[in-house]
């Protein structure tokens, strides 16, 4: 089966975590967005749909077609919104309702796909797709299918922990779950651990299993003292570092984490090392936060907790909101940051005697002399040398792309002042 993954506009009330890759790129349990949407319909050809900015490095790096309107038109194809977090399993109706023809499928009312033929799709592209798909609406059927449109950050924390659990049962070899480790310690059952053979497990480390999986993924290291709290994830090649890692977090591949974590999703390739605080945040790649850093995610007055979303301030309805952190971002030591921040990609957050404002756009950076603009090429050079630090060469056109985004800032509103610490700061027990 053929899908193409398409954005919409509310993709980027998905900021600073989608200014630089497509929603679909986004993790939520142990998988990406993109590939649970692959899952479902068993798709052998995934094209994408996607902003012009990102069409080049999306094609080297998924080797795949974007934006390429003979492709799309060249056989029946499923266009999938990025932002649809599917189910693990497909209906049963599902192959009789694509036997039937073109039908749109609805998760709470939202388009999350629309099955089409040859002849509708012509008519498709990045700028027309939005346009073309509530048209189809009103003159198609509808099926309600399940999952749920991610609109914002937090969403995704709030889905992770059942994500952990689902991709569980379907992302790991079941001849490999249980304890193969003589070092770790284990609480709870042991048919909720996986460790993948290439793993290194330290003495004195802990995985409670009691309310969900913990999976440690291939070539992970983890060093002693550690304690891993399920549901959690720990990506390929990561390590983890005399941590707490609470239920509900995952950590992407290439990361090093210390500290205490909880309820996070951290995209990959970051480095949070040092002790500190992270709750209720979304990471981005190639971030550095360093020692003592304390990302709130619940206010003293345990009211709920508003975020800057492109430009206007967002109730969330919700008591625990930490921080979106964008590509490249610098937190330097012992930065206080305020619950529901968001934290631009490549901007550089210094410490300023108390939180720092709750908006930071990116290509920016704030210290005690205020919010002042950085220098563009001067940032790009120091995100090469991060990459080659670790072992990499930069991609060409992840390069180009980062070029392009410096000339376009995200939209923002006005920047919180600076506060002192007790006013929202969360109280760690």
Not at 224 to 246: M, S, Y
């Amino acid at each position: 089966m053929r899908i193409c993954l398409f954005e919409d506009r509310r993709a980027a009330d998905l900021r600073p975590l989608t200014f630089t890759r497509p929603a679909s790129h986004l993790l939520c349990g142990l998988t990406t967005l993109g590939a649970k949407q692959a899952r479902y319909f068993g798709a052998n050809v995934v094209g994408h749909l996607c902003r012009p900015v990102l069409a080049e490095w999306l094609r080297a790096r998924e080797d795949a077609p974007v934006n390429d309107p003979i492709w799309l038109r060249a056989g029946p194809t499923v266009l999938v919104n990025g932002r649809w977090l599917a189910p693990h399993t497909a209906p049963i109706a599902l192959q009789d309702w694509l036997a039937d023809g073109p039908f749109i499928g609805t998760a709470n009312g939202e388009i999350a796909f629309a099955a089409l033929d040859q002849r509708r799709l012509q008519a498709v592209s990045p700028a027309t797709v939005e346009d073309c798909l509530r048209d189809w609406a009103q003159s198609l059927p509808c099926h309600e299918v399940g999952g749920a449109l991610i609109r914002y950050s937090w969403e995704l924390i709030e889905h992770n922990s059942a994500e952990i659990a689902r991709d569980f049962e379907v992302a790991c070899d079941p001849t490999e779950i249980g304890d193969h480790s003589t070092d770790i310690t284990l609480v709870g059952p042991g048919d909720r651990l996986f460790i993948h053979p290439t793993a290194r497990i330290d003495p004195h480390v802990i995985a409670d299993t009691t309310n969900g999986p913990v999976v440690i993924g291939e070539g992970a290291v983890v060093t002693a003292f550690t304690r891993l709290e399920g549901p959690c994830g720990i990506g390929p090649h990561t390590h983890v570092r005399n941590a707490q890692i609470r239920g509900g977090t995952s950590i992407g591949p290439h990361c090093r984490v210390g500290g205490e974590i909880e309820a996070s999703i951290v995209l990959g390739y970051t480095n949070k090392s040092h002790d500190g605080y992270l709750g209720h945040s979304v990471i981005g790649e190639w971030v550095d936060i360093a020692v003592g850093v304390v990302a709130a995610d619940q206010r003293c007055d345990f009211g709920p907790i508003s975020v800057p979303v492109n430009g206007a301030e967002v109730l969330t309805n919700r008591t625990k909101v930490g921080s979106a952190i964008g590509d490249h971002a610098k937190i330097g030591a012992g930065v206080l940051l305020n619950c529901g921040s968001s934290i631009g990609a490549f901007a550089q957050v210094l410490p300023t005697g108390g939180l720092a404002p709750r908006e930071i756009p990116a290509l920016h950076e704030v210290g005690p002399g205020g919010l002042k603009s950085l220098d563009a090429t001067q940032s790009l050079a120091v995100t090469e040398t991060v990459v080659r630090e670790r072992g990499d060469e930069p991609v060409p056109q992840l390069s180009a792309l980062y070029r392009a985004l410096a000339g376009m800032p995200e939209p923002i509103s006005e920047v919180a002042p600076l506060m002192p610490p007790a006013l929202s700061l969360r109280k760690i027990a």
